[in-house]
């Protein structure tokens, strides 16, 4: 059922689970062609536009009051950007999030290494606390990926499978996905995933401001 879009500029909200999701940039390194963020402003009620990016303390606050609402099984930093664009305020929170166990989910599209090339970004995501990371691999190829990714590195596609490879070495559950446009190679990415040892997962094509389960803000 469609929602109506009810706050501006939300750091912390709720999709249809039981995970809080965060949203600390407006960012991204690809544009992908199937972006929610060409043709809404916001997802399960909520608006997603930043007017200003927010400090860890910020985003912090914003959890304390989303967990008064009511309990959650984790925190997942997702949002409508590419959340490694701000890699400090992800290691902060998540590191906050671990003091308080609070498990962190990061929904990445798998650039982390290429926007921060002095850390060893998988390491720093472990040691910081995050048990879970999701990585948009959307494509068994290196043509196809940015066809359909349109990233602004170029050899991004090689990137991508090595950081989630190496999210996997440093024990972070990794899960590689795909959206399920038409012509995806769901297979290819799947055998992929498997490859390395991540599970995999096709998703669906994001519905903008509905409360089903095909995306919390983030492809
Ligand atoms: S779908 Fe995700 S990775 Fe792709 S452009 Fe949008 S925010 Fe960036």
């Not at 959890?63 to 305020?89: H, I, N, Q, W």
């Not at 989630?164 to 795909?178: F, G, N, S, Y």
């Amino acid at each position: 059922m469609t929602q109506p879009l009810t706050r501006t500029d939300t750091i912390a909200y709720r999709g249809s689970g039981s995970a809080v999701y965060l949203n600390i940039t407006n960012r991204c390194s690809c544009a992908c062609a199937f972006c929610l963020r060409e043709w809404t402003d916001g997802v399960y009620g909520e608006v997603l536009t930043l007017t200003h990016e927010p400090e860890p303390e910020e985003v912090t606050r914003s959890v304390e009051l989303e967990f008064l609402e009511g309990p959650a099984d984790e925190v997942v930093f997702c949002g409508f950007g590419e959340p490694t664009m701000r890699l400090d305020v992800v290691l902060a929170v998540t590191e906050w999030l671990r003091l308080r166990r609070i498990p962190a989910r990061l929904d990445t599209n798998g650039h982390g290494q290429l926007l921060n090339p002095a850390l060893d970004v998988p390491a720093a995501l472990m040691a910081a606390g995050l048990s879970t990371v999701t990585v948009s691999l959307n494509a068994a190829d290196p043509e196809s990926y940015d066809r359909i990714c349109r990233p602004l590195f170029a050899k991004a596609y090689r990137a991508v499978i090595q950081f989630a490879e190496q999210c996997v070495k440093h024990d972070i559950q990794t899960t590689l996905t795909a959206v399920d446009c038409p012509g995806a190679d769901l297979a290819g990415c799947e055998a992929i995933a498997t490859a390395m040892g991540a599970g995999f997962r096709a998703r669906g094509l994001a519905a903008p401001r509905g409360r089903d389960d095909a995306e919390k803000g983030k492809a």
